[in-house]
């Protein structure tokens, strides 16, 4: 492939982070808005400008979704937005227009990952990772991340297994569940995204051992814990001279000693934090109630009555427990406070020697402890998987058991009693939070790794062979599958070699087959088609390019990765109803097989089978009795993007044609696709896509039908 750059001097890093749904942009981002544009929306965005910022890092790319839609601000159709020196948000497009729920966006990432491979090809440089975010994200990195020959990073930010879990939990249905989250969709590519990632980020240990760990591709070694940065801009200790902001007036109206070191819990109403249980900690302990003021800031409220159930319960109770200790003087409350006050309140602890503390019942991450830790604050929380992470990374306070109010008396008491205990806490945190918790941290420990990923990758690629620039005229192309697509019906070849012959100058000729490259040679003698330009054979495991057959050997080295075909073949072979194809058929990127759908499990359960023996290979179908296993990377539609990425021809601009299953990936995607009207059942999926054309002739007459549908010697586009 074109690989700018590839043999010259180590230059900067270039990362492509991958973040498909929600609205993206540089500033104000419109947190909340909607269910796909939150935690995720953020975190990518700071990912990006902290990587830019590294000295090592050339240029970031964060692609996403282009979306234009008057429902939503224009910012978000820009296609290309700085949002730091070296980083950059590109926006793509991916299906219609219009703002489209993540669930639903799944038919159009193969066109968005064609258009990620356009883009990075405009760039000019070759990615070092290519890092998706989310499952949706992590199917367009596999794809390019392939086609680049580059390692893939995936992020899952929330996964589909834990999902389902949760909402069966609920009570749902599975066919609910299906139709509205696309689960098994979405737990498909997740699985596939594992697989092939290099490594997997995730920000705590529990999340690795309890979620990741749910996944047939989960990998212990290939797992990396970095938690998130914390805005250190934002969240900071007091500063000398600083006055306290407006929520201090807000606190004092509660309490009859308002100097008193402050007892913190911050967090939405919610059942789970577990506030109550801290409220009476505290009121039964008197040493405790006389040392300490309780703040307790749990959302935002109007009417209490007017709440949903959840809400309105745990709230009434924080207020009869008020009332049952007589906390009045002692417990601040407030009804109201703004998101620029939490930043305040967390000093405000710190300025009054006071204690953050964090009992809910379980906390996978417990971002408010780093934010506390930032401000100084030394922190109680429950003893579960994020704040057990941080307490060991910082050593900046003490775990308990959520359910033990007496216990959370006593450690929150005993970090209070302490000064110098108190001090080294405080700073611990601040220490801790720079190191494990910035951005900064992050981006050191995210480039190391990924520095180790490409010196592998130039291990691999030493010696790689320069290609010489042959096809470099063609500015289009045309590539077929030979059986039942360009052969079979003489007065429809005829046709398509005549125009062909006529107005194909500048027209690269390629066939994509199934066939060995020699018996693909020998039926297209036959039939008397010339010696076409490029010569995908063995379902796309090999490439080679006319006159001369000359191998592509660049191609047999790309896709040989992670391909064992020894142990496939005995486990295949294992099953009912599959049988091993003639000697003749295999290839060495290539194992194929007869299956008897009657007998053979599905494709679906081959492929568990194979994920569980930590195996991978693409599984290609055709015709209800052939199965082939290619390495990840082979496939008809990989050699078609790698052929025309390498010849510099536009993929918008390369006319695929065929009939059955093994060429379904070439006609999906932003190629020119035409399926013959002679095609197997198993390409009726295709139907509804806008650049796949079902032709109403058969065969080589179905191709001539599509140059003409998409005008391919003219404009050469989809019509409208
Ligand atoms: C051709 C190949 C065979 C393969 C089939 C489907 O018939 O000879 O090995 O399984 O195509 O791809
Ligand atoms: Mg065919």
């Known amino acids: 492939m074109r690989k700018t750059g590839e043999h010259d001097a180590p230059r900067g890093l270039y990362i492509v982070l991958i973040s498909v749904h929600g609205l993206i942009r540089g500033q104000e981002l419109e947190l909340g808005r909607d269910a796909d544009t939150g935690g995720q929306t953020k975190y990518v965005v700071e990912l990006a400008r902290a990587l830019a910022e590294h000295p090592d890092v050339e240029r970031v790319d964060l ?133 092939h990632a290099a490594m997997v980020i995730a920000s705590t240990q529990q999340e690795v051992e309890e979620q990741y760990a749910l996944y047939d591709h989960y990998r212990p070694e290939r797992m990396v814990v970095i938690p998130p940065g914390t805005d250190l801009a934002r969240f900071h200790p007091p500063r000398r001279g600083d006055r306290p902001g407006a929520i201090k007036a807000d606190l004092d109206r509660f309490l009859a000693y308002p100097d008193k070191p402050i007892v913190l819990a911050l967090s939405r109403p919610d059942e789970r934090k577990n506030i109550p249980t801290l409220v009476r900690a505290y009121a039964e302990h008197p040493r405790l109630r006389e040392r300490a003021n309780l703040v307790i800031v749990a959302g935002n409220r109007d009417d209490i009555r007017s709440m949903d159930k959840g809400a309105r319960e745990v709230l009434t109770e924080i207020l009869m427990l008020i009332d049952r200790y007589d906390l009045y003087g002692n417990v601040a409350f407030p009804k109201q406070h703004a998101p620029d006050d939490v930043p305040e309140l967390y000093r405000l602890v710190t300025r009054s020697r006071g204690v953050f503390v964090n009992p809910a019942l379980t906390e996978p991450f417990g971002l408010t402890l780093i934010e506390a830790a930032a401000s100084g604050a030394p922190i109680v929380a429950t003893h579960d998987g994020g704040p057990r992470d941080i307490v060991r990374h910082c050593r900046n306070g003490v775990l308990v058991d959520p359910l033990d109010a007496v216990a959370m008396a006593e450690a929150i008491d005993g970090v209070l009693a302490d000064r110098s205990r108190w001090r080294q806490m405080s700073e611990n945190g601040l220490k801790g939070v720079q190191q494990h918790y910035a951005w900064r941290g992050h981006a050191e420990k995210y480039l190391r790794r990924v520095r ?251 191709i001539a039908e599509a140059l003409e549908h998409y005008d391919f010697f003219g404009a050469c586009r989809v019509p409208d």
């Not at 020894?566 to 009912?576: D, F, N």
């Not at 601009?653 to 002679?678: C, K, Y």
Request: net charge positive.
């Open 63 to 195: 692609l996403t979704r282009q979306v234009r839609d008057p429902k939503v601000s224009s910012d978000y159709a820009e296609p290309l937005e700085a949002i730091a020196e070296r980083a950059f948000i590109v926006r793509l497009p991916c299906g219609p227009r219009r703002y489209l729920r993540k669930e639903v966006l799944w038919p159009y990432l193969d066109c968005f990952a064609d258009h990620a491979l356009r883009h990075v090809r405009s760039v000019g440089l070759l990615p070092d990772a290519v890092h998706g975010h989310y499952a949706d994200a992590g199917y367009v990195a596999v794809r390019l991340s392939n086609l680049l020959g580059v390692p893939m990073v995936q992020t899952g930010h929330s996964l589909g297994r834990v999902k389902r879990e949760r909402l069966r939990e609920k009570g749902l249905k599975e066919g609910d569940i299906e139709s509205r989250y696309n689960i098994a969709r979405r737990i498909e590519a997740e699985e596939e995204s594992l697989s």
């Open 452 to 702: 180790a990923l490409r010196r592998e990758v130039a291990r691999k690629r030493r010696g790689q062979q320069r290609l010489s620039g042959k096809l470099a005229q063609a500015d289009r192309a045309i590539v077929t599958d030979i059986d039942n697509t360009l052969l079979g019906d003489r007065a429809g070849l005829r046709l398509l070699l005549q125009q062909l012959k006529e107005r194909g100058r500048g027209v690269a000729f390629g066939i994509a087959t199934g066939r060995r490259i020699d018996s693909a040679i020998e039926v297209l003698r036959e039939w008397g088609v010339p010696m076409p330009d490029v010569l995908i054979s063995s379902v796309g495991s090999e490439i080679h390019y006319g006159p001369e057959i000359t191998e592509d050997g660049g191609w047999a080295r790309h896709i040989d990765h992670r391909w064992n075909p020894s142990r496939l073949s005995e486990l295949l072979l294992a099953l009912p109803g599959v049988e091993l194809q003639p000697a003749i058929d295999q290839r060495r990127f290539k194992l194929s097989f007869f299956v008897d759908p009657e007998q053979a499990p599905t494709l679906e359960e081959i492929e568990r089978l194979l994920r569980q023996n930590d195996l991978s290979a693409n599984l290609i179908a055709s015709h209800d009795r052939y199965l082939d296993l290619l390495p990840v990377r082979a496939s008809k539609g990989f050699a078609v993007r790698y052929f025309a990425d390498k010849w510099g021809i536009p993929i918008e601009q390369v006319l695929v044609a065929g009939d059955s299953g093994n060429d379904e990936d070439m006609l999906r995607g932003s190629t020119l696709g035409v399926v013959v009207g002679n095609h197997h059942a198993e390409l009726e999926r295709l139907r509804g896509f806008r650049r796949v054309h079902f032709a109403a002739a058969t065969h080589a007459g179905g």
